[in-house]
């Protein structure tokens, strides 16, 4: 795709996204980033860029860096053209790709974007002074609230705590775009597959009743007891991933923690098994036991690669366990709505954040209650208003009574 198609793209996705319009039309007139730098470390696709361009709109100075192997050029390119710094590419090494992000915190951002606490860390790291910073993600969460708890001076805003995000995003996004990647990855029918999702938080529950709902045989590996329970009284078999890896043609990981399949659930798994990760990290499925016990491994296709084990099982891989729903060609990422929600709280969030940063505590915390509340109340307006389009609610033109 050249920048004029993802020029069209962009027109597309941001004529759906009512909340970031609206936000970004009164940004232009407040001006509330006017002289404020703001360091970006995010999936660099169409909807970020709507996002990063309203910052833009309210004054900001952007400095954008991508997540690793998930950039897409073409929108690099059209936010340059946009007065964006926006660097990096989707086909970097992990050591391109972490100096992109470095080189992100070394432009001295006065507020970050964050997305896994890359950025949080390195300027703890590099000592840069930054006033505040939001964060994306469950696992960006995870790291603040150990790792870098004792070292976090400035106020950070968790979207991903959020209850709008976990519903909306985490929930059904993830669990329609997960479907539709396996469906376009793969080019396979899902309908009576057997599938095992492990983890049965935000993101598990999504893709264990999105796949359910289009025919697949699912079950459910959770270590969280009472998340264990709410998934066999939704009507999932459970148990753990080891018990149950050996009776499925898919497994899709969605837990954030390192090595959930790991080396007794390998040895399990069946011949021919599919193996994908949805979680943020690409650390769920320990590939280096699988690469020890490969004897070959021919790549099929943009995405997928075949591993052939010294005991004549294949396995075959999408994406090396990079999140499945950004890999492959053309990835949509989650819908639009799901993103316009999540990315108006960001730019809610860090307009807070400039404004009060004195005021707010230091570290992880929520997102203010105020600011949720306005934007349910601003989603749920917008979808009615859809709903009212679409299904003749309102008085037709054509009808006559
Ligand atoms: P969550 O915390 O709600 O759920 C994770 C679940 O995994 C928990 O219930 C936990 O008990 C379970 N778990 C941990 N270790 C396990 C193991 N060994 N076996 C079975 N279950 C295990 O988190 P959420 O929101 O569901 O996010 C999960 C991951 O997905 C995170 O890495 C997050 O960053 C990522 N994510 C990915 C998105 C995408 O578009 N692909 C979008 C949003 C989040």
């Known amino acids: 795709m050249d920048t004029i198609e993802a020029a069209q793209n962009l ?21 509330p980033f006017r002289g404020v730098r703001i360091g970006v470390s995010l999936h660099l696709e169409v909807k970020t860029a709507v996002l990063v361009l309203a910052l833009r709109r309210g004054g900001a100075d952007v400095v954008a860096a991508g997540n690793y192997g998930t950039t897409q050029d073409n929108m690099v390119a059209l936010l340059r053209e946009n007065g964006i710094d926006a660097r990096g590419s989707g086909s970097d090494s ?92 793969t080019n396979l029918m899902p309908q009576s597959r057997s599938m095992l999702v492990v983890g049965y938080g935000w993101c598990g529950r999504g893709i264990s009743h999105y796949a359910r709902a289009n025919g697949a045989h699912v079950c459910v590996a959770e270590v969280d007891e009472l998340k264990a329970m709410e998934a066999a009284v939704d009507g999932f078999r459970v148990g753990s991933v080891e018990e149950m890896i050996g009776g499925v043609d898919v497994v899709i990981t969605a837990t ?24 943020h990290f690409d650390w769920e499925i320990d590939l280096a036991a699988i690469d020890a016990l490969t004897v070959e491994r021919t790549p099929l296709g943009h995405t997928i690669e075949r591993h052939i084990l010294e005991d ?55 997102v203010p209650d105020d600011i949720n509340r306005d934007l349910a109340r601003r989603f749920v307006e917008a979808a009615q208003s859809s709903v009212g389009r679409n299904n003749g609610s309102r008085a037709r033109p054509d009808r006559q009574e």
């Not at 027109?11 to 001006?31: G, N, R, V, Y």
């Not at 505040?132 to 960006?140: D, Y």
């Not at 366990?321 to 730019?347: H, T, V, Y």
């Open 312 to 366: 004549g099982r294949t396995v075959d891989v999408i994406a090396r366990g990079r999140m499945m729903n950004l890999a492959g060609p053309q990835p949509k990422g989650n819908s639009i709505e799901s993103m316009d929600l999540g990315f108006a709280m960001q730019a809610r969030s860090l307009e807070r954040i400039v404004q009060e940063h004195d005021n707010l505590p230091p570290g992880a915390q929520p």
């Open 11 to 31: 027109q597309w996705t941001a004529s759906h996204m009512p909340l970031m319009k609206e936000i970004a039309s009164e940004f232009e007139d407040t001006q």
């Open 94 to 185: 992990r050591e391109e790709h972490l100096a992109t992000v470095q080189s992100v915190v070394e432009s001295q951002p006065d507020v970050l974007l964050d997305n896994g606490a890359d950025l949080m860390k390195l300027a703890i790291d590099l000592g840069g002074l930054v006033l505040g910073a939001t964060e994306e993600t469950t696992s960006g969460h995870m790291r603040l609230t150990t790792e870098l708890a004792e070292l976090v001076r400035v106020p950070v805003i968790v979207i991903n705590d959020s209850p709008l995000k976990a519903i909306v995003e985490n929930k059904h996004a993830v669990g329609q775009s997960v479907y539709e990647s396996f469906c376009r990855l």
């Open 256 to 279: 954030g923690f390192r090595n959930v399949v790991g080396e007794t659930a390998i040895a399990r798994m069946r011949d021919g098994v599919l193996l994908a990760n949805a979680g």
